[in-house]
């Protein structure tokens, strides 16, 4: 470095302090406060887009809670975006507090975002690829980069890795490890704080001597840029300058060039329109799996070692052993010092001045872990990496929609979490139904904040599970959804209608009215109703119209549990429904293997949502079963529709007590009679007990159709069983263990002991001719227990089980 300092550690003369580090670095943020507090600069530079000046003082607010980012996006295409996350242990945010807290100036002084995300949208580069740690292109872009150029022709063409080479000059093989060495357990040290900064751009120097820009060509208009700035402030400001950068740069800003030439590389650069703001951010978004391009591999422990005030490595090991005390683990006190003694013993057979973070997992692997890797891999996800969400001010920036979006989940008490966890919520209750319409508004825009997931205490349709895990990204998806209203429910409102207008088929029109209804739109459903009336008069394809059948039904299900009006909807299920029975015979002629599966799940699906249409009142159609019934009555009897289609009605039929036992043992003897093919029997079969239609316990409790089925088994030719066997191993292995099993003692004791048993009683221990309904009743109590249900949860249930 140039320039001498006075005894108060001051520098003096014109040489600008530049303080190299590394992004995200613990020791580089110790590093930098002892440097600042050593110069006592009059103002502070540091690498960033110079749009969030006007953002510093918000990082003094008490509110703001590190790891936070800048968000800067496009005001015309707010999906253009990118991020400049900062950590509690970056060294950029530790200049900006030490800045603030001493009252002096801080600027940012890289490129500007205007350029960055417009040079990103040109070129059409990936997102941080080939972007080194000590690179101080820190944006993460959703779309393009802000950094990392094609390489020039030459010695630059590969790509170079600044921590990895220094490191193999060292003789190590993990450049992680060497920066630990090096920096991360050496601490700031006594003496002058800017010794390590004077070493670290002796190295960067040498580097950028042998390797130019190292293969990042961007680089050299962003160090343009900066040169440009530092003179500004150095003209500015005569109590000194400091400058936070990457160390990569520090050569680059220290290097004489003219104004002229400086200006000549930006001359010409794309821009485009900005806006920015502060965004939460958390350690596993700083991580290197996520994608960011100067990422670290582990955010939580470099969080720890730069916030614990001493002996990290016993504070490290209390942490893990709380860890895995909460999960039921037993870990005692002498775990914790004798996993910190074997973790101080492999540093020193190592070699290394501290215990690093592959001692202390060793150790921790070793002696709390009992050699398993699987609690282990718990402690690198909540504690080597970890689930810490940061927080901005109110007053932050915000369009909008982030606004309405914000004051919803303070009011519903729904806090925005980094931990993924489970939300169960009871429709019955008002504040618990508004969360569940926000839910849905949010995944209606985009917003996938919570998924649903099936419920665990109730099949109900008045109780949802939410899985909710809240994503840095999120941020961008709330700003793009932005351009469709100022509000969840208007901007949901107008993205239902538009999703309306462009919807392709039939079926993506239904679910989209299931999910306006689950959001409670009322303002879009007119027109997603009249645009799905249109579209089932004009759709004459079976399939589409069968697909589309339940999510309507569903929706009508759901606003009688929610208390909307679905007069209008009732209608036009009705009609599709009268549609499908026109249809569904002359569908089902000739049709291939693969046609006729696909067609038996339509079967399927027509038949639950028929069952729950003929109750709905919105449907006001009682006699839909009736219609439905009959055909698949006609299904059944044809010779022309799939076996596998006909006993799939024949089953359909026996389930709703429309064909009697008896009727249904000779329409199987028909079946399996000599005369028809072995392949068409054996997909009558699969139509008929296969499907997971609990058609295993029909053959257990009717031995006469179990006999038919052996019968015809046996009988069938040699060169024919070969075709059918996949059929029928596909059929019968979908059958529970235990039904699989009495089937098998049922056919072990052949027909006359069938016919014997048959007559005798009860083929099976347990097995009654009619159900005990006393019996039935009084296990009643035990399974509301187990289910933690009272007497209106149990009715409720029973009620609105769907299928």
Partial sequence: ????????????????????VRHHGPGSARAVRAALEQAAPGVVLIEGPPEADSLIPLAADEEMRPPVALLAHAVDEPGRSAFWPLAEFSPEWVALRWALEHGVPARFIDLPATHTLAWGQREGEEAGEGRPPLDA?????????????????????????????????????????????????????????????????????ALRETYGSGGHDRDLVREAYMRLQLRTARREFEDGVAVVCGAWHVPALRQKTTVAADRALLKGLPKVKTDMTWVPWTHRRLSRVSGYGAGIDSPGWYGHLFSAPDRPVERWMTKVAGLLRAEDRIVSSAHVIEAVRLAETLAAMRGRPLPGLSESTDAVRAVMC???????????????????????????????????????????????EALERELELDLRKENDAERSRLLHRLRLLGIAWGEPAASRGSTGTFRETWRLRWEPELSVRVAEAGVWGTTVLSAATARAEADAVAAQGLADVTALAERCLLAELPGALPTVMRILADRAALDADVGHLAQALPALVRTLRYGDVRGTDTGALGEVAAGLAERVFVGLPPACAALDADAAEEMRRHVDAVHGAVGLLGDAPAAGQGHLRARWQSVLRVLSGRDTVPGVIRGRAVRLLLDDGELAQDEAAPLMGLVLSPGTPPADAAAWIEGFVGGGSGGGMLLVHDERLLGLVDAWLTGVPAEAFTDVLPLLRRTFSAYEPGVRRTLGELVRRGPAAQGAAAAAGPAIPGFAAELDTARADAVLPVVRLLLGLDEADTRNDLVGVEG
Wanted: proline fraction near 10%.
């Fill in 370 to 416: 009992d050699g398993s890797d699987v609690p282990l891999a718990l402690v690198h996800d909540r504690l080597v990496v970890g689930d810490v969400l940061g927080e901005v001010p109110s007053t932050a920036p915000a369009v909008p929609l982030q606004r309405d979006l914000t004051r919803l989940q303070r009011r519903l008490r729904l806090k925005p």
């Fill in 137 to 205: 292109a820190r944006a993460e872009s959703d779309a393009e980069p802000d950094s990392g150029s094609p390489s020039a022709p030459g010695a630059a063409d590969v790509r170079i890795d600044p921590l990895g080479v220094l490191a193999d000059a060292a003789g190590y093989d993990d450049p992680e490890r060497w920066w630990e060495d090096v920096v991360e357990h050496r601490g700031a040290g006594r003496g002058d704080a800017l010794a390590p900064f004077t070493a670290l751009e002796e190295a960067m120097g």
């Fill in 1 to 20: 470095m140039t320039g001498t300092q006075d005894p108060e550690g001051r520098r003096a003369g014109a040489g600008p302090v530049l303080l190299g």
